[in-house]
Structure formats: C-alpha cells, structure tokens
C-alpha cells in the first residue's frame, strides 16, 4: 500500500470514530431563535381630538396593538406641548410640565391601555400625546398623534401670575362693574372699573402681557390706560413707581397714540421718569379695531419697552418702542399691576378704556412660556 492511501484510510477511520462517540449524529441541534414580533400602531381612543379637559392630569387611552407573535405587551406614552416631541420644550414653570413620557404601562385586559398623567400639565395649552407598543425586543410603531387642551386655569405664585379671563374666572381682584364674555374674556363695563393683581413678591426685572380686544380709536378720555403697575393702593397718578399704558382718547394729546409714563421711584425726579416726546407721540398713533385683538407687552429692569401686535401672539407689530433706564430701580413694596387702572388725581379721563375685553395676563420675573396660553389660540369668539 502507498503511503498516501495509507494517509487516506486513516482520516476516514478518525471520521468513523468520532461519529460513533457522538452517537452517529452528523447534525447536532443548535438553540432555536424566537422570531422577532411585528406589532401593529395602537389607535387612540381618548380623549378626542381637539378635546377641551378640564384636568391637568389626563387619563390617555388607546386601542391595543396588535402581534402576530403570542408574548406579553407593554405601552409606551409621550405628551407634550410640542407636536415633534421635543424632549425640552419652552415651560419652566415650577410644578407644571410641559412634556412627559412613561414606559412599561401594562396592557389592558379590555382591548384599550390607558395611562394617567402623574404630574400636572401647563395649564392653557395645547398638548400633543402618541403611543407604542413593546413586546420583548420588539417596539413598534408610533400611532397617530392627537391633541388636547390642558385645563383653563390661572395661578398666583412667587415671581408669577398667569389668568386665562376667558373661563369665567379670576385669580385677581374685579373692581367696579365688569363682564365675562363667553369665548373672549373679561370685559371692564366702565371707565372706573379695574382688575388689580398684588403679587407676593415685588419684580424688578420682568414682563406683563395680555392679550386685548375693545379698543377704538377716536373712543372717549384723555390719558385713558390700558394696563399699568404701582406700589401699594394709594393715589396712581402721584405713585413713586407708576407704570402707565396708554392709548389715548380723542381729547389726548396726540388723539390715538400709544405711549407710556415710567416711574422709578419718584413722582417728581424727572431723572427717573422715563416717556416719549410730543415727537415720538405723533409718530405713534394708531386707529385700532374694536374686533381685533392686540397683545400689548410691557417689559423692564435695565430698560423698559412696550410693543404691540396685531392679531395677537405671532401677530404682526404695530408698535414697539424701547429706552433704557439708567436712573434708579423698579422696586415698589407692595407691587400691584392692573388692568385698566383706578381712578386717580387726573379723574376718568385718565382712568380705564370702557369695554376693553382682556385675556391670557401674564405677570413674571421672566419672558412668557411660549406655549402657555395657545389653547386660546382661535378659541371659539
């Protein structure tokens, strides 16, 4: 025999032998791999698209996912105030929230899945929610997006105050006759009437916004105001740290502009009295609209600047106008803000616009969230 035959025969009798000692098994069984689930998208169920709640803690539900693997299934949610689901977003209000998400949520036994929201949404906002399914390694799409409006509701808390008007309801104080007007907001009956807001704690640097409906031009007063701040309740005009918004009647001077009087801590310094010339006066007059809503914007601290929009938040400006306010610090103790204002020295001709509607005031140490409030973004009127 040669040797390579020799060689040949060896390696088949190795072959023979190994076989045998595993039993004559030329394929041994491996692990079997569970395919992985396709799961279909949940379809929403609650609340409805649009929905106005009257909650800030929503319950969510959704119609359950479907598999074609059997194996227990878990949800996923997500909430937010932005419809691409930021996962920050504008709010940092103290104790609301603007987005949230759970993971882990059981599915229900009925044919729907609900999830509670644990914390408390910004109020007056347009929310966006979605839902998936998971089943183990497996996640599956997300279903469609929906939409719901948070609770219409104010607040008053250190550094911020936040009033809707439009519910029927007030976190500050009416004074003299006013009106709830369904759909647009609190109206002020007459030229003493005034919502006053005293807010815990005095701001030095901040923003007052609201948005306005009401206004005329060529309508009756002199220095007729829209909206203003003080130190405590005592006469306006001669406050030390009056704020005065005005849009003036068609006895003012000029008819129709709209102006400011800032006051830093004295009624009589004029180095702290900050306003515009009988130049920039006539430069700012404005026929406005009774049906039109306008967003009026007072900020201040290092500088004070008022603007107005027309058609609201994201509406286009009418008036802006701004000086810096290098002579003393916005600092009344007790601070008190107003829509409209009381009746002071000046008399009625200086006092509240009669049937201006106001909505959505926001008084802070900071810019407005810019969602809070949306919800009143096209609110039935």
Not at 210 to 231: C, H, I, S, T, W
């Amino acid at each position: 025999m040669t040797t390579s035959k020799a060689l040949t025969l060896a390696a088949y009798a190795a072959l023979a032998f190994a076989a045998a000692g595993c039993g004559g098994e030329k394929n041994p069984s491996g692990p079997t791999n569970t395919p992985a689930a396709n799961l279909t998208a949940p379809a929403l169920d609650a609340p409805t698209q649009d929905a106005q709640l009257d909650t800030l803690r929503p319950t969510l539900t959704v119609k359950n996912a479907t598999s074609d693997q059997a194996g227990t299934r878990t949800y996923e949610f997500q909430v937010s105030d932005s419809s691409g689901f930021a996962a920050v977003t504008s709010s940092v209000i103290a104790g609301f929230a603007a987005t949230t998400s759970n993971t882990g949520v059981a599915e229900g036994t009925d044919g729907r899945t609900s999830y509670s929201v644990a914390t408390d949404l910004q109020p007056t906002t347009v929310f966006y929610w979605r839902a998936r399914a998971v089943q183990g390694a497996s996640t599956g799409p997300w279903s469609t997006t929906g939409k719901f409006k948070s609770r219409l509701v104010g607040f008053v808390r250190n550094g911020e105050v936040y009033d809707p008007l439009i519910h029927g309801e007030t976190v500050g104080e009416r004074i003299g006759g006013s009106t709830f007007i369904p759909g647009k907001g609190l109206k002020l009956d007459a030229v003493t009437s005034y919502v006053r807001y005293t807010l815990p704690s005095t701001i030095t640097n901040g923003e007052f916004s609201m948005d306005v409906e009401g206004l005329a031009g060529n309508a009756p007063g002199n220095k007729a105001k829209v909206f203003g701040m003080q130190e405590g309740t005592t006469d306006f005009i001669t406050n030390r740290y009056r704020v005065d918004i005005q849009y003036r009647g068609a006895s003012g001077s000029p008819p129709n502009c709209i102006t400011f009087r800032v006051l830093y801590g004295s009624g009589s310094d004029l180095d702290v009295r900050y306003e515009l010339t009988r130049a920039q006066r006539e430069a700012s007059v404005r026929l406005l609209d009774p049906g039109t809503t306008y967003r009026w914007t007072a900020t201040w601290g290092g500088d004070f600047r008022l603007t107005v929009l027309q058609g609201g938040s994201g509406g286009s400006p009418i008036f802006d106008f701004g000086m810096p306010t290098p002579n003393g610090q916005y600092a009344p103790n007790p601070h008190v803000c107003y829509l409209g204002a009381p009746v002071g020295r000046s008399g009625a001709e200086s006092a509240s616009i009669a049937g201006a509607i106001y909505r959505n005031v926001w008084i802070a140490n900071r810019p407005r969230p810019e969602t809070l409030g949306n919800a009143l973004d096209g609110f039935p009127r």
